[in-house]
Structure formats: structure tokens, C-alpha cells
């Protein structure tokens, strides 16, 4: 039981990162109908801007200027490799952004090396918390409490203020959006950096649980939280969340249980499935082709 | 009279790939005679050639019908380990396996190479076809992520325990008979490389370029899009199947971690570049890529000008440049360097031709 309980709650921990990954997945594709393929990577850059900002200044500091930094780097991604390719067919666009994948990835093995490093530990954060017979460090514990406030934080923004009201519009139907005076680049623009913030606290969070940065080590994770994304039904933030914790919960099961080769594969066995019994996802709305 | 000017067309252009063809031939026997010589250029070749053959599989079905598939490197990993399993020499067998024993049924089943790759092929053809049942139905990005998903559960499972008396788990295998020349290998590719453009150049091929155009046209001219769809997708998967084949017959030894999604991004890499469409475009591109990556190796190694070392040059330089050539590619050159066109030596010799129709099209 008490085993139980202890994997019951890093799995808990797992799926607050993945959620919060997630929620760019589904904003960006809600938005731009597009896989945002270098999203994982952006999470990965987001964790060498930690190392080095924490290598120069104190963490209240560093913690803000890796989220600033992270947000700039969405924006500009979105800038440079999205917004020229707005009316190109959907496979360029899906091309672009593994462009982008491939480009993060290998500018961060030619400027940090492909070898690991060492993530900073937040003062405070790797405590070790006895509760009952289940010790647990505060990173774990808060992962879960600080997805859900800021899950309820974007839920507030995105239904009940003006940008909000934008952002649901384009998702929506791009075209009559543009045509009532929404600011489509600004709009969009926004919507990455949303994205991208909730990664770079994901990433915090993920990362200081994991103690290591590589260049790769956002593309599987990036990929599980598409799947989670998927999950859940692409487009909406209730679904991520859920799905978010669904995947990491599963994962870290199927680890416990002795699986640990698949449960990489589990997780697209579930996409699969899940693509197949219901495409539009648990909460996702209903989508008819049109001629 | 028009017609028989396509006639004198399509001669030219056989006449001068036969022409390439034999060019080729007598290089690459020169190098085979010269080969502790030209030993790097050799490799380089014959990686290209590998990669011709597996980046044309993959536009048969991306280029050519307009289905963004991810799956690449689960397929060639299929071939790979099928083709390695059936030819590692039996007496080096025990060695290769000398962690946890090989199967029974395996111990001594051995084929010819060629077989092998046929087999190779066949096996991640017959995979293909079951998933493609359910999974073709599915538009662009979501198949683009479930084909992807299915090259990481190959993995996966190769890698398993369960498999270590098959696949040999996460040890790989070695051993495995590599070409015993050049030519073997140019051999080898080009009887691939010449079956699938005739099969692109086929009414199959035409049904292939139709649904890539407009689905519910090419469903309104009596095309039955699933089945079109699956049989590109198997015949892509058959010709990766094979290229995988070749490729472990080129590395010599191969693990899981070969098949990573990496490859499949090499491999898309060089099927942008080369022009998503193109069957010439795919050919250059595989030996462009290739050659590249090796030529500027001197960029990951420092680079010392008077005394002063200069910081741009370390391990990782060349594969920045070539994410950074894809962007440009992807951004100002849409439909990559030779976009939906062929190579033509009727173009080069300024014959005047129709435009062609065939630039692929902004399938969603």
C-alpha cells in the first residue's frame, strides 16, 4: 500500500510537468491546426537557460529571467518559422517545425556539448518530506499544486478576458476572426507565449526532479505530452490536464511493474488506441469536413 | 507530330541515364580496383546510395501521394534486423548472441543476401499493411504522430528483453556481411530505385499523384482512396524494408539505437531538400546530404588561423548548418531545391517543354 501510494505520487508529480507541456501543444494546435513539433525542444532550451542564469544570479532571478526567456524564444520561433508560412500547405508548416526541432537540438549539442548537465538545485525545492511512512521531496508535492493553479489562472484568461475571448475566436474559425478586427499575429503571438511559459515552469519543475539537461532530453518527453495532449482531445485545456496526468500516471505504473522498456511504447499504444476509438478526444469537439 | 516528340524526348533522357549509369559503373569499378586508396570515398557512395533508395521510399508515399508519414526508421529497422538475422554467418552466430542464446529455429537459418533483402522488405511491407488498416484513415498530422508512434513501439519492442533470442535486445547485432564491393551495393539500389519509378511513372503512380491533389476529386474519377493509400504506404514500407536491409549491411553492426527518430529526420531532411515530389530531386539529395555531412567535417574539428583559434569550429557545426540550410529550404524554396520537377536532360539542352503538372499540391 504504502509502495503504492509512493508511486501513486510521483506519478502524480510526472503528470503535472506533462499537463503543463501539454497545454502548448493544445493552445498552438487549437490555434494554427499545427503539431508544434519543436515545443519538447523549446522545453529543453528552457532548462539550459536555467542552468546558466542560476550560474550567475540568485534563484528568484534566475527563475524569472528563464521564463522570460523561454516566452521570447516561443515568440520568436513563431515569428520566424511559422507566421511566413500561414497560407502554405499543412505539410510545410509540420515540416517547418521539425525544421525547428532539428535546429534546437543540434545548436544546443554544438553550444553545451551532447553530454548531460548537471541541472542547479533550487534551494527548498529537493527537501525531503515525511509523511506517514511515504518520503517524498517538496518538488514532488508541488508539481500537482502549481499545475492546477495555473491551469485555473489560463481557464480565467482564456474565458473570461478580451485576449481570451480572441484566442477562442481564431481557434474558432480563423478567417471571420480576421475579418472582425481580431489581431491575428497578435493573437497568435500570444498564444505561443502562453505556450511557452507554462513550458519553462514545466521544465523547472520536470527538471529538478531529474537533475540533468541533455540535448535530446525534450523530444521524447515532448512527444508523450502531444499524446497527452491528444488524449484529452486536442484543443481544449481541461482535456490536457487530464491527460497530462493520465499519461504520467500510466507511465510511472507501468515502470513499477518492471515494464520500463515499454513504456515509451505504451504511450503511443494509447495514442493509437485513442485515435481510433474516439479521434477528437475525451473532451474535444466535434470536427466535420467540409468540400 | 506531337507525340513523337515526347518519343524523342524520353529517348534522350534513357540515353543519357544509361549513359550516367555506365559512367558510374566504370567509376566505381576503378575505385574498387584502387580500394585501400579510396576506402572514405567508397563509404561515402555507398551511404549515399542507401539513402537514395530509402529517402525515394519515403516520398513515394509522402511526396507522391501526400500522407506525412513519420515511420521511416521503424520500416528500415524491420529490414535491418530481418536481413541481419538471416545472413549473419552461422559460425559467428554464437558469438554475436553470446549473451542470452539465439533461437532454436534461427540457429541455422541462413539465405542468400539477396533473398534476405527481399525477405527484409517483405516483412515491413506485411507490417505496414496491418497498420495501415486502421491508421491511413487518419489525416495529415495525426498520421504523420501515429506513424512515428509505431516506429517507436518497434523499438521498443526490439529492444525488449523478450526479444533476446531474436533480435538480440539492447546488445544489436554484428557481424553481419557487408558489400563485398561497390558495385554489389550500386547494384542493389538501382534495381530499387529503377522498380519504384517505374511504379511512380505507372496508372498506379498516377492514382498515387491523384489523391495527393484532391481527395474527393480523385473519389469522383472512381479511385478507391484506401486502397490507393495502402498500397503506397506498402510499397514505400517494402522498398524501406530493403533500404534498411542495406543500410545494416553497410554498418555491419546494428542496435535499436540506430533507428532512432533521428533518422527519420535525415531522411526527411534530404526529401525536402531535394524537393518533396521529385524522384531525381531524392537521388541528389541522398549523395548532396551525404557527402556534405562528411566534406564538412573539418568544421567540427578547431579550426587554428595565425596562431588564433577560431570559436565558431566545434563538434556540432556542420549539423547546424544543415538544420539551418532546412529552415532556409523550408522557408524561401518551398518545394525544395528541385521542387515537383525532374532533373531533364531535355531541359538542360533548352528543348522547350509544356509545364509540367505535377508540383505537388497543398494536400491538408
Known amino acids: 500500500m504504502n509502495l503504492f501510494l509512493q508511486h501513486a505520487l510521483t506519478g502524480i508529480s510526472v503528470g503535472g510537468c506533462y499537463a503543463l507541456i501539454a497545454i502548448g501543444y493544445t493552445l498552438v494546435y487549437g490555434i494554427l491546426r499545427l503539431i508544434n513539433f519543436a515545443h519538447g525542444d523549446i522545453f529543453m532550451v528552457a532548462g539550459y537557460f536555467m542552468i546558466f542564469s542560476f550560474a550567475v544570479m540568485p534563484f528568484p532571478i534566475a527563475i524569472i529571467v528563464t521564463l522570460i526567456a523561454t516566452t521570447v524564444l516561443g515568440i520568436m520561433i513563431e515569428k520566424f518559422a511559422y507566421a511566413p508560412l500561414r497560407q502554405a500547405p499543412r505539410m510545410s508548416v509540420m515540416i517547418s517545425a521539425i525544421g525547428v526541432s532539428y535546429l534546437l537540438q543540434n545548436l544546443a549539442t554544438y553550444l553545451f556539448t551532447a553530454l548531460p548537465k548537471a541541472y542547479p538545485a533550487i534551494p527548498g525545492l529537493k527537501k525531503v518530506i515525511v509523511i506517514g511512512n511515504i518520503s517524498t521531496s517538496l518538488v514532488t508535492l508541488l508539481t500537482p499544486i502549481v499545475t492546477i493553479v495555473l491551469v485555473a489562472l489560463l481557464l480565467f484568461l482564456v474565458n473570461k478576458t478580451k485576449i481570451g475571448l480572441s484566442m477562442r475566436a481564431v481557434s474558432r474559425d480563423y478567417e471571420a476572426a480576421s475579418l472582425m478586427g481580431i489581431k491575428l499575429n497578435q493573437t497568435i503571438s500570444f498564444t505561443f507565449a502562453i505556450g511557452s511559459l507554462l513550458a519553462a515552469v514545466g521544465s523547472i519543475l520536470y527538471f529538478t526532479d531529474r537533475m540533468t539537461v541533455f540535448p535530446f532530453s525534450g523530444s521524447l518527453p515532448g512527444l508523450k505530452c502531444f499524446v497527452a495532449a491528444v488524449f484529452g482531445g486536442i484543443g481544449s485545456i481541461p482535456g490536457a490536464l487530464v491527460g497530462g496526468f493520465f499519461i504520467g500516471i500510466c507511465e510511472t505504473i507501468i515502470k513499477a511493474i518492471g515494464l520500463s522498456t515499454f513504456s515509451d511504447a505504451f504511450t503511443f499504444i494509447v495514442l493509437i488506441i485513442m485515435l481510433l476509438i474516439r479521434p477528437t478526444g475525451l473532451f474535444g469537439e466535434k470536427n466535420i469536413d467540409k468540400v | ?364
Open chain 2, 1 to 364: 507530330m506531337n507525340k513523337l516528340n515526347f518519343k524523342e524526348k524520353t529517348n534522350i533522357n534513357l540515353l543519357m541515364y544509361l549513359a550516367i549509369i555506365v559512367v558510374s559503373v566504370t567509376i566505381l569499378i576503378f575505385l574498387d580496383m584502387n580500394k585501400f586508396q579510396y576506402n572514405y570515398v567508397i563509404s561515402i557512395i555507398e551511404k549515399s546510395l542507401v539513402y537514395a533508395v530509402v529517402a525515394l521510399s519515403m516520398n513515394i508515399v509522402t511526396g507522391f501521394t501526400g500522407l506525412f508519414s513519420l515511420g521511416q526508421a521503424g520500416f528500415m529497422a524491420l529490414g535491418a534486423y530481418t536481413t541481419a538475422i538471416l545472413t549473419i554467418p552461422i559460425a559467428s552466430r554464437p558469438n554475436v548472441y553470446y549473451m542470452n542464446g539465439i533461437l532454436p529455429a534461427l540457429e541455422n537459418a541462413i539465405v542468400p543476401i539477396p533473398v534476405a533483402l527481399i525477405l527484409g522488405g517483405v516483412v515491413a511491407g506485411v507490417f505496414a499493411a496491418l497498420i495501415g488498416i486502421p491508421i491511413l484513415r487518419l489525416k495529415s498530422d495525426y498520421l504523420a504522430i501515429a506513424t512515428l508512434g509505431f516506429s517507436e513501439i518497434i523499438r521498443a519492442v526490439i529492444a525488449s528483453p523478450m526479444m533476446d533470442k531474436i533480435t538480440n535486445g539492447s546488445y544489436g547485432l554484428k557481424s553481419i556481411p557487408g558489400f563485398k564491393s561497390s558495385l554489389e551495393c550500386f547494384a542493389y539500389s538501382l534495381i530499387c530505385i529503377v522498380i519504384m519509378i517505374l511504379i511512380i511513372n505507372s496508372s498506379t503512380g498516377r492514382d498515387f499523384k491523384a489523391v495527393r491533389e484532391d481527395e474527393i476529386a480523385a473519389r469522383a474519377v472512381g479511385i478507391n482512396l484506401f486502397k490507393t493509400k495502402e498500397l503506397s504506404f506498402v510499397v514505400s514500407s517494402f522498398f524501406t524494408g530493403i533500404g534498411g536491409g542495406l543500410l545494416a549491411m553497410f554498418m555491419r553492426s546494428i542496435d535499436s539505437k540506430t533507428f532512432q527518430i533521428t533518422l527519420t529526420y535525415d531522411i526527411l531532411l534530404i526529401v525536402v531538400l531535394g524537393g518533396i515530389g521529385s524522384i531525381t530531386g531524392s537521388i541528389v539529395g541522398a549523395f548532396f546530404v551525404t557527402a556534405g555531412k562528411e566534406l564538412l567535417r573539418f568544421f567540427d574539428e578547431p579550426l587554428i588561423i595565425g596562431g588564433v583559434q577560431i570559436p565558431l569550429f566545434k563538434p556540432g557545426f556542420r549539423m547546424v548548418i544543415f538544420s539551418i540550410l532546412l529552415m532556409i529550404v523550408v522557408l524561401f524554396f518551398r518545394k525544395g531545391l528541385l521542387g515537383g520537377k525532374e532533373l531533364s536532360f531535355n531541359k538542360l539542352m533548352k528543348v522547350r517543354r509544356k509545364k509540367n503538372l505535377d508540383e505537388p499540391g497543398g494536400n491538408a
